[in-house]
C-alpha cells in the first residue's frame, strides 16, 4: 500500500503542504476515529472552527445547527466558496485500520448504532483545513475573499438546506463560484469531473403495507404482509427493467424490508424501504409514479384492508456543473497535475445536496472527484476485471489510501480557488 507523502505536479503551489502533511494526518485519523451523525457533528465542527481561527479565518459557528463559515478577507476580488461535508454513516467500521471507530450513536428514531465514516467525510474536512491554511499562510499571492462551509448533514439530504434555511444567503457574502468535491473509488492522485449534471437526483421512499395477524398455522385467517411486501419488492424491479427505455438510466434499491417478530406468527404489516436514483426529471416522475401504482395494485391484490402509506423520506436533486467555471477548474488542474491525471467522467449515480448552495444562490458551482484507491490495487484490480470487488463509499470497508490522497484533495481545492482568486476569473 502506498503510504509515502508525494506531490508530482506541473505548476508548483506557494506554501508547504509536506510540512503541514502531518497535522491533517493526525487530524484526519483523529475524525475517524471519532465520527459523527447527521446533525451530531459538534465535535468535528468544533476541530474546523479552531483550525480556521488558527489560520487567522472570522468564524461562524452553529449555523444549520452544527455548520461553520469561515472568512478571510484579503482584498478586492472575487469570493470564493469551498464546502466540505462532515457527517458519518450508521455502519459498524470493517476496515481493521488502527484508526478504525468502534463508536455508537443514538440515531434520530432513538436507536444505537454503530459509526463510521463510509464515505470520505473526514477526508473532505482534513482536505478544506489544508487548503484554507495554506490559503491563509500564502495570502500575499492571492486576492478576495475565500470563504469555508463546514456543512452538517449531507447522508441526510438536509445540511445544505438547514444552512441556508438559516441564514447562509444573508449572514455571508455571495460568492462567484461554489466549488465542492469527494474521494471515490479510483486511482488516489486521480481527479476526474463533468461539465453539466455529473450526480444524480435520488429520492428515498417509506412504503408501510396493512395486512391481518393470524397464527403461522392458520393462513387462511391472515392477508399475509410478507407476502404482499415480496411481491411488492420483485414487482418494482420491473420498472428499470421494462417500463424504461436501455437509453434512460435509473436506479431503483430496496435497501430495507422488516416484518415480523417470530416465524409461527403472520404480522399485522411489513415495511419496505426504498431509494430511486434519477438523471432526467421526466424519468424520475415517471418511475415515482410507478411505485406508487405497483405498490396500491400488490396491496389491492392481496386484499389489504387499507391502503398502503407511502412517506417521503429524503430527496436530493441533481448536481450540475457550470459549462464555464467547469472549463476553467479544468484547465487549472491540467495545469497543475498534468492531463494523464485529469479525466472526464460520466454521470455518476451518488447523489449530493450540494447542488443547493448554486442553484439557490444563483451563482455557478463546480464539483468534481477524487480517488481514493491505492493505485496498484486499482490496476490490479482493473485488470483482472474486478473493479466492483474494490470496497465503495458506504461500505463497511471503505478506507481511502492516506497518501497521496490527502494532499492531491489539498491541492485541487487550492487549484480551483486560486483559479478565481489569483486570476480574477469570477470577476
Known sequence: MNEKPTTPATESLPGNLQDLLPQLEALYTDIHAHPELS????????????????AGYEVTTGVGKTGVVGLLRNGDGPVVMLRADMDALPVEEATGAAYASRLTATDHEGNTVPVMHACGHDMHVAWLVGATTLMAQTRDTWRGTLMAVFQPAE???????????????QRFPKPAVVLGQHVMVGPA????????VITSAADSLQIRLFGRGAHGSMPQASIDPVVMAAATVLRL????ARELSPTEAAVLTIGSLQAGTKENVIPDEAVIKLNVRTFDEGVRTRVLAAITRIVNAEAAAS??????E?????????VSNDEAATTTVAEAFRRHFGAERVHQ????????DFGSFGAEWGVPSVFWFVGGTDPEIYAKAKAENRLNEIPTNHNPRFLPVLHPTLETGVQTLMVAARAWLANGAGD
Open 310 to 318: 407511502i412517506t417521503p423520506l429524503d430527496n436530493y436533486s441533481l
Open 237 to 240: 424491479q420491473t420498472i428499470v
Open 345 to 352: 467522467t460520466g454521470p455518476t449515480s451518488a447523489s449530493e
Open 155 to 169: 447522508e441526510t439530504a438536509e445540511g445544505a438546506q438547514a444552512m441556508i434555511d438559516d441564514g447562509l444567503f
Open 303 to 308: 386484499g389489504a384492508p387499507r391502503p398502503p
Open 189 to 196: 492522485g486521480a481527479i476526474g469531473g463533468r461539465k453539466g
Open 39 to 54: 446533525m451530531q457533528e459538534t465535535r468535528t465542527a468544533g476541530l474546523a472552527a479552531e483550525q480556521l481561527r488558527k
